[in-house]
């Protein structure tokens, strides 16, 4: 939300010095910037198993720990893409009679920072919420 907020009030005060810019509300998204919600939200989840008891069965949650790592990573990579390489012109029409999922597939690899970045960024959403449960649990049960 913050980005799409930011690029509104930079249009608005574009918009009075020139009345035909155009608001591009998408375009943080397209060109990845989700991946720095991953990253975000990935650290303060390590954050969280680092500094917090949890129920794991054992004191090392390598799993959820290497699924924050990577979701770090890759949001991190995948957003740097998006900034280094951003989305330029119109996703070219499918030729006629092309399936469904071919279209489908073409779309996601065309803004493929953004597929990529809301890939990671639902991966530390989820590892986060999971990660919040077992110290929810636990705080609950003392």
């Known amino acids: 939300m913050g980005p799409w907020i930011a690029n509104f009030v930079l249009w608005r005060l574009d918009h009075?010095?020139?009345?035909?810019?155009?608001?591009?509300?998408?375009?943080?998204?397209?060109?990845g910037q989700l991946g720095f919600v991953a990253v975000g939200w990935s650290a303060a989840a390590l954050y969280d198993i680092a500094t917090h008891p949890t129920l794991w069965p054992n004191p090392n949650p390598g799993i959820v720990q290497m699924g924050l790592i990577i979701a770090i990573v890759g949001g991190a990579l995948f957003a740097a893409k998006g900034a280094r390489d951003p989305v330029r012109g119109t996703l070219p029409a499918a030729p006629h009679g092309v399936s469904f999922g071919r279209r489908l597939w073409d779309r996601?690899?065309?803004?493929?920072?953004?597929?990529?970045?809301?890939?990671f960024t639902l991966l530390s959403l989820v590892l986060m919420l999971v990660e919040h449960a077992n110290v929810a649990l636990n705080e609950a049960q003392k």
């Open 16 to 31: 009075i010095s020139d009345r035909t810019a155009e608001w591009r509300q998408w375009d943080a998204y397209r060109d």
């Open 108 to 119: 996601l690899m065309f803004y493929q920072a953004f597929t990529f970045t809301l890939g």
